[in-house]
């Protein structure tokens, strides 16, 4: 079955750069989910969109923006980078339309992440 | 405010050992609950979810969970461990409409020969 699919996998980027991350949710799911991992740490929820369109937003900095696309996959894109933004990026995606519980018990599907570094 | 607490950052068991990793939940509406499991420089993949009916869930690998209302609480457990369950484990609360997750700390599970 076809999976989420994040690109790239790892990138390396100097403070006060930029960073675009890419993510393909698994086909027919309508909602994306962006989170961010810290070494040793669990994901952080970052921001999600559903059919395009933000739907909720977590602890994501202002230096940080994403957005959905006409065809549902995802960028995050990140800008001023700091060291402190070294951490893995997960995409997750899921289907929310239809489900009883409101989307709340439709799981989330992640995909590999991307592991970003900064120096 | 829904939130999870996993007890106990680090478990180690011996191979064919039960499994046993905590996680308690606080919910002001009737949680949904899941298992991930994380392998090093991976993503997470869905180990099982409860979200009504029966209580005792049966996920992959041979790995169940019991949701428990009394106790607040939705332990993963597994019969007999196997090398190949070494891995970082995460229970999550599903939030509200939307589906958001939101994540315990995590357990490492170390099996031992």
């Known amino acids: 079955a076809a999976g989420v699919i994040q690109s790239p996998r790892h990138l390396i980027k100097e403070k006060r750069e930029t960073a675009t991350l890419k993510c393909y949710p698994i086909p027919r799911h309508d909602t994306v989910y962006w989170y961010q991992q810290g070494p040793g740490q669990d994901p952080q929820f970052l921001i999600s969109f559903y059919e395009k369109m933000q739907s909720d937003k977590g602890s994501i900095p202002d230096r940080f923006s994403a957005q959905q696309f006409s065809d549902y996959h995802s960028e995050l894109n990140m800008s001023s980078l700091e060291l402190g933004d070294s951490a893995l990026y997960f995409c997750a995606s899921s289907s929310q339309f239809g489900t009883g519980g409101g989307g709340r018990d439709s799981p989330l599907h992640f995909g590999n992440g991307t592991r970003l570094t900064v120096t | 405010a829904q939130s999870v607490t996993q007890l106990g950052s680090h478990v180690s068991v011996s191979e064919g050992a039960l499994v046993l990793l905590r996680c308690n939940y606080s919910s002001s509406v009737p949680p949904y609950l899941f298992w991930y499991v994380q392998y090093p420089n991976q993503g997470l993949q869905l180990l099982l979810k409860?979200?009504?009916?029966?209580?005792l869930v049966k996920g992959i690998n041979g790995f169940e969970a019991e949701f428990k209302k009394s106790e607040t609480s939705f332990h993963l457990t597994k019969p007999s461990a196997h090398m190949s369950d070494a891995a970082e484990y995460f229970c999550a609360v599903s939030l509200g409409k939307g589906g958001k997750l939101i994540f315990g700390q995590g357990t490492e599970l170390s099996v031992k020969p």
């Open positions: 409860y979200t009504t009916g029966a209580t």
